[in-house]
């Protein structure tokens, strides 16, 4: 089989949605820091802004999956990456998420240590759409069978923060907090 690499540069563009949202921002930030902090505080803000939205996006062009005969190797930007061997990988999944701004999936790898890890460039979401994303992890799972032995390959059971949804965790610690909350002016009026 060839080798698969999946390249952020070939994937991220500039999006001008992103861009209105970005510039939306900094026009809000540039009107709170310039008539509250002054123009000292203005530059420190705005200059800072734009440095960490340039190297975000710089980061995520030069993001990298390559897959291959040693294994997986994720990059993310920085260095050459990290690989991870095809014994090392016990299960690969897609994992999406449904926000409010909309939907996005990626593929992930689960290792014998039961961490999971994401594949830079291998994703697509309602910003980046990608019409081959499954075609891609079908690739990615045909390599992973291909080097691994049947026994090797198994969903391990998942883990309790896998296992409890955001919604619920937030409901979860409302209710703590409500609770503490009632429970300490209860006990501040006795």
């Known amino acids: 089989m060839n ?8 994937r991220y563009r500039v999006s001008w949605g992103g861009v209105a949202a970005v510039g939306a921002g900094l026009v809000v930030e540039a009107a709170f ?24 996006a710089a980061l995520a062009r030069r993001s990298v999956t390559t897959v291959g005969a040693d294994g997986i190797t994720v990059g993310w930007g920085l ?6 061997h095809w014994h090392d990988i ?3 999944y897609v994992w999406q998420q449904d926000a409010g701004l909309g939907s996005a999936s990626t593929v992930r790898m689960i290792l014998t240590d039961g ?8 994703a697509s979401s309602s910003v980046y759409p990608n019409p081959d994303f499954h075609h891609d992890f079908a690739r990615v799972v045909q390599w992973w069978e291909a080097s691994t032995d049947p ?4 969903r391990p059971p998942p883990k309790l923060r896998h296992r409890v949804s ?16 009632v429970l300490g002016v209860v006990l501040a009026h006795l």
């Open 115 to 122: 961490r999971h890890r994401s594949l830079t460039g291998l």
């Open 3 to 10: 080798e698969l690499s999946f390249r952020g540069k070939d």
């Open 151 to 154: 026994a090797e390959r198994f």
């Open 90 to 92: 016990r299960w690969l």
């Open 33 to 56: 820091t310039l008539f509250r902090m002054g123009f000292g505080w203005f530059c420190w803000l705005f200059g800072g802004t734009l440095v960490v939205v340039a190297a975000c």
């Open 166 to 181: 955001p919604q619920v965790l937030g409901l979860v610690i409302g209710l703590v907090l409500s609770v503490a909350v």
């Open 79 to 84: 260095g050459q990456g990290r690989t991870y």
